[in-house]
């Protein structure tokens, strides 16, 4: 492992030798988050799955950063031995970019997020990001004010991040709206559409479609040179035979928004209390989705940082 000060200040990061080496041959580099590891599936299932999302960006090949904090040091590519441990490790605190600064003066261990993953990305100088879906701005927020922490990041951190969109169980309109407001580009990839996780379309239009991957280089690229330091996002649906009905999704989150509110549930409780409905009514199809689009957006990811990193090399003045 190769330990590294961050110029920004005295921040412990830690690369594996691997993505060390990517980074300072200029070669593709993917982050991940990993939150996927400790707070998805159960153990060993965790730790393959894992595997398997670092498998899918070496297969577009790029090199996997897989990012987490331990032992107050911030992690930049797991190890096997640091993807067991945090794979079999209970307890591990889902640490979003609020609480980094609190689980890193306490010394402990902590699953990064989008928005935390995003923050280190930036400090590493890892232009690109891969995760199943973003948060968003959640339904009722005009009364409880719940906004994903990831929205905000994006307008902090000067990464491209793919995904496959955002949950259903979110207010998608007016999470598009946010990006909008807040100046996020919005590219997607393979769709007229803006995708919706486990669905191939929110039904919202996308406000560009590209699917030249020399193109979004230069578009991600184009972004910053015009001063902006924030990021970019790009989508991409769920393959077809993975996908699951937009119809049957809605009527789901209808009726358990209904009795969600009956039973008291608020803030927080909400997203967890909607993603047990829908896993519940599609009887273990919404598991094959998430794994769909965890491999899905890390291999696309993969093959997008390698057209951006030739894009650099061939035009190092932009």
């Known amino acids: 492992m190769t330990m590294r000060r961050n110029s920004h200040g005295n921040v412990p990061l830690v690369f594996s030798e691997e993505v060390s080496d990517a980074l300072s041959a200029g070669q593709p580099v993917v982050a991940l988050e990993s939150n996927v590891i400790t707070h998805g599936l159960s153990y060993p299932e965790n730790a393959a799955t894992a595997r398997k999302v670092e498998a ?32 079999s490790t209970p307890g591990i605190p889902k640490v979003s970019s609020r609480d980094m600064p609190v689980v890193l003066a306490g010394g402990g261990m902590g699953a990064t ?23 968003g701005v959640h339904r009722g ?24 969109g955002a949950k259903s169980i979110l207010d998608l309109g007016l999470t598009m709206e946010f990006l909008e407001t807040h100046c996020v580009p919005l590219i997607s990839y393979g769709s007229d559409d803006f995708p919706a996780f486990y669905c ?20 991600i690229e184009w972004h910053w040179a015009l001063g902006n330091h924030s990021s970019i996002l790009i989508t991409t649906p769920i393959r077809k035979e993975d996908a699951i009905d937009s119809r049957e999704v809605d009527a789901v989150i209808s009726k358990a928004m209904l009795t969600a509110e009956k039973d008291g549930v608020r803030g927080n409780a909400i997203t967890k209390y909607l993603m047990r409905a829908v896993d519940k009514a599609t009887e273990g199809r919404s598991a094959k989705a998430n794994m769909s689009v965890l491999i899905s957006t890390a291999e696309l990811a993969g093959r997008l940082a390698v057209a951006h990193a030739r894009h650099r090399r061939e035009t190092p003045s932009q």
Do not use: W, Y
């Not at 987490?68 to 797991?78: E, N, P, S, V, Y």
């Not at 935390?116 to 990001?129: E, G, H, K, Q, T």
């Not at 927020?141 to 496959?164: G, N």
């Open 56 to 87: 899918a960006v070496r297969a577009g090949g790029a090199v996997p950063a897989t990012i987490g904090i331990a032992d107050g040091r911030i992690l930049i590519g797991m190890t096997d031995a640091d993807i067991e441990r945090f794979a």
């Open 141 to 164: 927020a005009e009364r409880t004010m719940d906004i994903s922490s990831d929205l905000i990041q994006f307008t902090r951190s000067k990464v491209a991040v793919v995904c496959a």
């Open 200 to 219: 191939i379309s929110s039904g919202i239009r996308s406000p560009h479609r590209l699917d030249d991957e020399a193109m979004i280089a230069r578009a």
């Open 113 to 135: 997020t989008v928005a935390s993953s995003l923050v280190v990305a930036d400090l590493a100088n890892i232009p690109f990001f891969a995760s199943a879906g973003i948060g």
